[in-house]
């Protein structure tokens, strides 16, 4: 899964693992970004602003459909991730105020704000290993940096060294 502009937005395609039988998988026509595949493989989740603000969108891949998300209200919803046993997803939103890192289920309902802190947190990435700790983009401690936490938030360790900026992790 990829984002490609070569309909004149951002849209998620899909190809084989050798670039052949690229297909456009949204038409949304408006900015969507940052997919992410479920750790078997039937959904994707990603980033759109199809109805204006950034909103998190799931689908089935095979057949091809939308599932439902509920994404609460707030300016943004993005940076989707599954946990490796695929029954949530984490993602930043701004709900609280500032962006901060949530899980809910793959529906959207069971939301549960993971940190706190009064800083942007975002793109949170669950080790597929273990699924008990999260990599994330915070400006905790100034220019943004990569750190690692917990499921529930605890034990915060910043990861990248604080020199300019890091991110996507």
Do not use: C, H
């Not at 750790?39 to 089935?60: E, K, L, Q």
């Not at 400006?139 to 360790?157: C, F, K, L, T």
């Amino acid at each position: 899964y990829f984002i490609s502009d070569r309909t004149g937005t951002k849209e998620v395609w899909v190809m084989d693992a050798d670039g052949q039988n690229q297909k456009q998988l949204t038409k949304f026509r408006s900015i969507t970004i940052m997919p992410a595949v479920s750790p078997d493989g039937s959904r994707i989740a990603f980033t759109s602003y199809y109805r204006g603000n950034p909103a998190i969108f799931v689908f089935s891949v095979d057949p091809l459909r939308q599932l439902p998300f509920y994404n609460q209200v707030a300016s943004m919803n993005a940076t989707p991730d599954f946990t490796p046993d695929g029954k949530q997803i984490v993602f930043s939103s701004t709900a609280s105020g500032w962006a901060q890192i949530y899980v809910a289920n793959l529906n959207g309902s069971g939301l549960k704000r993971i940190s706190s802190t009064r800083a942007i947190e975002v793109e949170p990435k669950v080790n597929p290993k273990t699924g008990s700790e999260m990599v994330f983009v915070s400006g905790r401690s100034g220019p943004q940096q990569i750190y690692r936490m917990n499921m529930d938030g605890a034990n915060v360790e910043r990861l990248t060294p604080g020199e300019g900026e890091a991110s996507n992790p």
